[in-house]
């Protein structure tokens, strides 16, 4: 028994060791084989790999993926005008030498990704100083970005300690003012808005004020003009009833005198309620006695 036993633990033994020799770098990695320390070797291509137990070697993996570094500081750059804009963008990127790249940056993607963003921040200040903000926005925006990459690509090519990696492309997202000029800018306008919106107003009240006028001053001439010509009118028809009046009654004074006295009484018993006192032989009831002017 303590025979298999013994045989059983070898195995066990010699299985964990060789597993321990063993590894495999995905397509997406690099595999850094450390001994005592020192990188000894880049595993570059995918698949099974050999080394030596630990602690005579460790190895390590480091991505060889195209990497994105994206903008995030909001912090402000001037112009060539001394005009305050952030500048948003984008960097693509790749671990190229994982060798230099762990003894120069440091041992993950994190360490690159830090020290690239301060060099791009760095020649995205220096070539916007250069330029007005009218070029940025429009004529030499593609000269900007083609300047900070190669900025950028000298930097981390440098000669006494490249960094083993390469940039593939430099972008720029977005271009603004400063969140101060913009307030201010947006305020100006809208002060602008109101000032043109308030003349409008006025100058439209004013507008009304001289529609109304002239709408009265008509409304009063077409009134006095049809009250004039009604007047006129109207005196044409009392002269018009007057003259067949006159007419009427010229051709038979006792008819005329009789209408002219049940016109008054039509006019004295208008109501029922009324009471009149009257002497009967006086001369306004001489039509209902039958008596005619002149005592016929």
């Known amino acids: 028994m303590n025979k298999i036993g013994l045989v059983i633990s070898s195995l066990l033994l010699v299985v964990v060791i060789a597993s321990s020799m063993l590894f495999v770098v995905d397509q997406r990695q690099f595999g850094v084989v450390y001994q005592l320390g020192q990188i000894q ?59 230099a790249y762990i003894r120069n940056v440091g041992l993950d993607e994190r360490a690159g990704a830090i020290q690239l963003n301060r060099v791009v921040r760095n020649s995205f200040q220096q070539e916007v100083n250069k330029r007005t903000v009218r070029e940025l926005l429009s004529t030499r925006r593609e000269e900007l970005m083609a300047d900070v990459k190669r900025e950028v690509l000298a930097a981390v090519r440098g000669a006494e300690r490249p960094w083993g990696m390469d940039v593939v492309d430099v972008r720029i997202t977005r271009i603004d003012y400063a969140e101060t000029i913009t307030r201010s800018v947006f305020e100006r306008m809208e002060a602008e808005r109101k000032r043109v919106a308030n003349e409008l107003r006025s100058t439209g009240f004013a507008e009304g004020e001289k529609i109304r006028a002239d709408a009265d001053r008509q409304r009063e001439i077409i009134v006095s003009t049809a009250f004039r010509d009604a007047q006129k009118i109207k005196g044409e028809g009392d002269a018009e009833a007057a003259r067949l009046y006159n007419d009427a009654f010229g051709r038979d004074p006792a008819f005329a005198q009789f209408y002219r006295s049940l016109e008054a009484y039509r006019a004295s018993f208008n109501s029922k309620n009324d009471v009149l006192v009257m002497d009967p032989s006086s001369e306004f009831f001489r039509a209902m006695r039958g008596s005619t002017p002149g005592g016929r």
């Open 41 to 99: 070797r880049v595993v570059t291509e995918p698949g099974l790999n050999f080394k030596l137990p630990p602690p005579f070697q460790n190895v390590t993996y480091v991505d060889k993926r195209l990497l994105t570094l994206e903008s995030s500081d909001t912090e402000p750059m001037i112009t060539a005008e001394r005009q305050r804009v952030v500048i948003d963008w984008f960097v693509r990127w790749r671990i190229s030498d994982p060798s």
